[in-house]
């Protein structure tokens, strides 16, 4: 009989979709062969072909040869990076031209990288385990603050938790948020959710593990994946470096104050505190995690309890189911 608490089996991720354009069936076969069992494979056999497939349905990376009859894959490259929809793809070129010229142009005309035939398989496969991984790493961080988003964020944890590493999260969230972005604009907003980040990532250099990861959620929202030894003193330090920075972003007027009196959505006129953070911790400790969601699930019922509380705090998840 399954346990209440117990979190449902998620579906196995779906492959990362790769798109082969070259006109030799032999090289097709060979790279089909070595990259089927954990991606799935698109053939095209010419440029025309490979940009029509490309444009429908923008996969994750594309091989690309570069000698081809029609259009070649210089001409196939400088089409696809003109295209919003594959304009971010990250393109790897199999070339035989081992001249430095070649390689140079496919470079300039929006390739990633190049692989020279006769190409090991071994190169092959690590070249695009690089590249997507990298896309990833890209694609999701945040426009504001730089640091890796949510894609990134949910792999680590769960290479964590299936690895049976000794894992503790941190949520970092803020408080009274949204009466300083109605009080003083989103672009000052902003600039404190910048200065969240400054501190975090100053934190977790000096009083983290040398193996631990920094996320932007989203807005006001950050992860710190990091170990149980390590979480209390990351979390004192945050708050204690946040609490000393952040009356600057106020009025003197409001500092004097102590609050700032912003109107509610029916106009009233209320008290908001100045913001302060709320951080919540879940560790596996003392109960197996299993997932990202279950991870996020229950910090968000710590982080619950943190924000009814004056000022800035943190709590550990300390049930054992």
């Known amino acids: ?108 005309t929006g390739a990633d990288d190049y692989i020279t035939k006769p190409f090991d398989l071994r190169e092959l496969r690590t070249r695009v385990e690089i590249h997507l991984r990298r896309s990833l790493r890209d694609l999701s961080a945040s426009p504001l603050t730089g640091l890796p988003g949510n894609p990134l964020i949910e792999q680590v944890i769960a290479t964590r938790i299936n690895n049976h590493e000794p894992l503790a999260v941190l949520y970092i969230d803020l408080t009274n948020f949204k009466a300083y972005n109605d009080e003083y604009g989103w672009l000052k907003g902003d600039q404190v959710i910048k200065r969240l980040a400054s501190i975090v990532v100053d934190v977790v250099t000096t009083s983290g593990a040398k193996t631990d990861f920094i996320g932007h959620v989203g807005g006001d929202d950050f992860i710190v994946v990091s170990i149980p030894d390590r979480a209390t003193a990351i979390a004192e330090a945050v708050i204690q470096r946040f609490d000393a920075a952040i009356p600057e972003y106020y009025s003197a007027e409001t500092r004097a104050r102590g609050y700032s009196i912003v109107t509610d959505r029916r106009g009233k006129p209320f008290r908001a505190p100045i913001a302060s953070v709320a951080i919540a911790i879940i560790t596996n400790e003392q109960r197996v995690l299993e997932h990202p969601l279950q991870v996020a699930t229950l910090a968000a019922e710590v982080k619950k309890r943190v924000k009814s509380q004056r000022g800035s705090h943190f709590a550990f998840d300390r049930r054992h189911k």
């Open 1 to 108: 009989m399954n346990h209440p608490d117990a979190v449902p089996p998620v579906a196995d991720e779906p492959k990362r979709r790769i798109i082969l354009i070259d006109d030799d069936p032999l090289i097709r076969q060979l790279v089909v062969r070595a990259l089927a069992d954990e991606y799935e494979m698109v053939e095209a056999a010419s440029g025309l072909e490979g940009i029509a497939e490309a444009l429908i349905h923008p996969p994750d990376l594309i091989l690309l040869d570069v000698m081809m009859p029609g259009m070649d894959g210089y001409d196939v490259c400088n089409h696809l990076r003109q295209n919003s929809a594959t304009a971010m793809v990250p393109i790897i070129m199999l070339t035989a031209l081992d001249q430095i010229d070649s390689k140079v142009l496919g470079l300039r």
